[in-house]
């Protein structure tokens, strides 16, 4: 049992090696669940450091050879992401957190450790959390996708937890909010978030709960992401809906003999919105191609509209073309959690595509 005292130190032992209602990837290959907009740049190895500070007597600055040259050991470790899937059985090497805390001399006054990277929020663990600072992944150097040069593996913990691309450990004597924190506030979600992370079993404890917090967090963000990609989108797609008349109730925009891809689709601006269709089978959809859960493209997806779907690139979610329902969330995992596709409202005639004025267009701006 997880009590509040040492709550974020780990998920319980699941008889099943899975939380329940958890899917297992099946993959060749380490999934990544990096946000659409995550960072996954080039890091300079000439100019990274690794650094200890606050409460410590020897603060640390070491080259990345500096810290190859440390003890490594290597841990096979399941990984749980709160989407609701687990990766089992991965290998990480790497310096565990007990030789860091020797070298650098933690003070007593140490109650909690932020596990911070440039460039990205910081994840805060308690001072005797297990944690292993990870640089190679399945017998090979991380890659930039995993975390290179450095991550932090916290077996036991939530996925979430896992920060990639490290460069510092800040020990400090106060509880302090993480960056995962102040996000469930933006996304107006702290309370249940609160309320998830002092139960037993966060997250686990009560599935349907994990599933709408994830939909209302999923929801936020991908109204930002939307801004975000709808601006890039719109500046490299412009169709002949961009420019409607105010008085229309319906926008013309294609007709259904519409050359282009398999399946046949085109994309459009319209309202400030973007609108893909695409037909096949005899079926014809409009939808908006930013997939709800971390904003990827789906302008080029994978269709299939005799099945009525589309899949992600990026964690291959499927949705439903036609009702924008989530069929399969990230990496297999329930759909439920995820919100939908947005979806636009046509009508057939003449052999063109209408695109209806009256429909839910939702806050984009
Ligand atoms: S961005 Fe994750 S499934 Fe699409």
């Not at 686990?204 to 709408?212: I, Q």
């Not at 109204?223 to 975000?228: D, F, P």
């Amino acid at each position: 049992m997880i009590s509040s005292e040492n709550r974020g130190k780990g998920y319980p032992a699941y008889p099943d090696r899975i939380p329940p209602g958890w899917r297992v990837v099946v993959s060749d290959s380490w999934p990544v669940n990096n946000p659409g907009l995550g960072r996954i740049a080039p890091t300079d190895l000439t100019t990274w450091r690794f650094r200890t500070t606050g409460e410590v007597e020897d603060p640390l600055e070491l080259t990345y050879e500096e810290f190859q040259a440390l003890p490594h050991v290597s841990r096979v470790v399941d990984h749980h992401c709160i989407d609701g899937w687990s990766y089992l059985g991965q290998r990480w090497t790497g310096v565990d957190f007990s030789v860091v805390k020797d070298l650098t001399g933690v003070r007593e006054s140490a109650k909690y450790a932020m596990v911070e990277g440039e460039g990205i929020s910081g994840q805060r663990f308690p001072v005797d959390q297990d944690l292993l600072f990870a640089d190679g992944q399945d017998g090979e150097r991380l890659s930039p996708a995993a975390g290179f040069p450095l991550r932090v593996v916290a077996p036991g913990a939530f996925g979430y937890k896992n920060r990639k691309w490290v460069d510092r450990v800040r020990f400090c004597s106060e509880r302090e909010t993480d960056g995962l924190e102040r996000a469930f506030v933006e996304a107006g979600v702290e309370e249940l978030y609160t309320a998830a992370i002092a139960s037993a079993d966060p997250w686990t404890v009560d599935d349907s709960a994990r599933k709408s917090f994830l939909r209302r967090v999923f929801a936020s963000d991908v109204e930002q992401l939307r801004r975000v990609k709808a601006t890039e989108l719109l500046s490299t797609h412009a169709g002949p809906g961009t420019r409607p008349k105010a008085d229309e109730e319906e926008w013309d925009l294609c007709s259904l003999e519409m050359p282009g891809e398999s399946p046949d689709r085109a994309q459009f601006v319209v309202n400030g919105h973007i609108v893909q269709v695409l037909m096949g089978s005899g079926l014809v959809f409009a939808v908006e191609p930013i997939c709800p859960h971390m904003g990827t493209d789906l302008s080029h997806a994978k269709a299939d509209p005799a099945a009525r779907t589309i899949a992600c690139p990026l964690h291959k979610a499927v949705f439903d073309l036609a009702t924008g329902a989530c069929l399969r969330g990230s990496m297999g995992s329930d759909g439920a959690a995820f919100p939908p596709l947005r979806t636009y409202r046509i009508r057939i005639r003449d052999d063109r595509v209408l695109l209806l004025r009256d429909q839910a267009w939702g806050p984009l701006w």
